[in-house]
């Protein structure tokens, strides 16, 4: 049944629910923008990865951000993605902006974020890449860049850095080599 072009009392009556417990589910299921925009930004990532047999790419985990109000699982500050590339794991964090704003490092990066990010990192053996759209949509960016996680210091304390991780184009489906770098490697676990 749907009760989009229900209001709220035909709501109430059909499913015999209190109002506080239908405008609670409401709110759960009703997101803002940002949310919204992330989530077709993950998309656009995860339709990069051509997740199929031949691309070896599997897709292991996809945080759902799930929240009532203030509740949370704890797993939602985790990275977006966990993925296997032939037994190899990796994990990758997705953000979008319009453009990058002066205060980056609050933003995109701040410091108990990427803490939990190199918990994540330690505690699971994996590297975490974060993929950073700008521009565009968040279902086509303009620019795409995919940073290491332990790059993200030197990108906050210059952020001219930044261009050594942007990919030739944003809509190029990912190779291995998109996340294999001389001094960041993937680990096998």
Not at 36 to 60: P, S
Not at 112 to 125: G, P, V
Request: proline share 7%; aromatic share 12%; with cysteine.
């Amino acid at each position: 049944m749907y009760y989009a072009d229900m209001g709220i009392h035909a709501i109430h009556t059909k499913l015999q629910r209190t109002y506080p417990a239908i405008y609670s589910r409401i709110r759960a299921i009703t997101f803002p923008e940002e949310v919204l925009k992330g989530r077709e930004f993950e998309d656009h990532i995860l339709r990069l990865f051509n997740l199929n047999q031949e691309t070896g790419f599997t897709l292991k985990e996809w945080q759902g951000d799930k929240t009532l109000g203030d509740i949370c699982p704890e797993n939602n500050r985790h990275p977006d993605f966990v993925f296997d590339y032939l037994g190899q794991k990796f994990a990758v964090e997705c953000k979008w902006r319009e453009r990058l704003s002066s205060k980056m490092g609050q933003d995109l990066f701040p410091a108990d974020k990427l803490s939990i990010y190199q918990q994540f990192s330690a505690e699971r053996s994996i590297p975490v890449f974060i993929a950073l759209g700008l521009g565009g949509k968040p279902s086509a960016p303009k620019r795409l860049y995919i940073i290491p996680l332990p790059q993200i210091p030197s990108i906050l304390s210059s952020t001219k850095l930044i261009e050594e991780f942007l990919r030739p184009s944003a809509d190029a489906p990912f190779h291995l080599t998109d996340f294999i770098t001389e001094d960041y490697s993937l680990h096998k676990k």
